[in-house]
């Protein structure tokens, strides 16, 4: 599960490592290297985040999906065998889903083998 964003997280993607203080809506810019940024920018950072959460919810349900079947390709490649075309073929899909797939809401499983 993936946490929600709040603007904190929007004020450290424009700042890596910055130093402030955010209680609610009022920030407290504590970092002597880093400049603050301006409302709007941390507003359309925050609106960024956001609107790129249900991909990231898609990409982690995804990523949980390919390790579950790390097991199988580390086996075949310790035995010098090889990898199952089906399995290659669903772990492919599992990489590709996000060409096709926008939310949770729309995804459409491959089934695994």
């Known amino acids: 599960m ?7 997280d929007a004020i450290l993607a424009l700042r890596p490592n ?3 203080r ?3 809506d009022v920030l407290t810019w504590t970092d002597p290297k880093l400049s603050e940024p301006t409302a ?8 960024e985040l956001v609107a790129a959460q249900p ?3 898609v990409r982690a ?3 949980m999906k390919l390790a579950e079947t790390d ?3 580390t086996m075949h490649k310790e035995l010098g065998t090889n990898i199952p075309a089906a399995m290659k073929t ?3 899909a599992l990489r590709d889903i996000t060409d096709s797939a926008t939310s949770l809401d729309d995804v459409t499983w491959p089934e695994k083998p």
């Open 2 to 8: 993936i946490l929600p964003i709040d603007k904190s």
């Open 18 to 20: 910055a130093q402030f």
């Open 71 to 73: 097991w199988v390709v």
């Open 40 to 47: 709007k920018e941390i507003q359309t950072k925050y609106d």
């Open 22 to 24: 955010l209680q609610g």
């Open 55 to 57: 991909l990231n919810e």
């Open 61 to 63: 349900v995804r990523n």
């Open 90 to 92: 669903y772990r492919q």
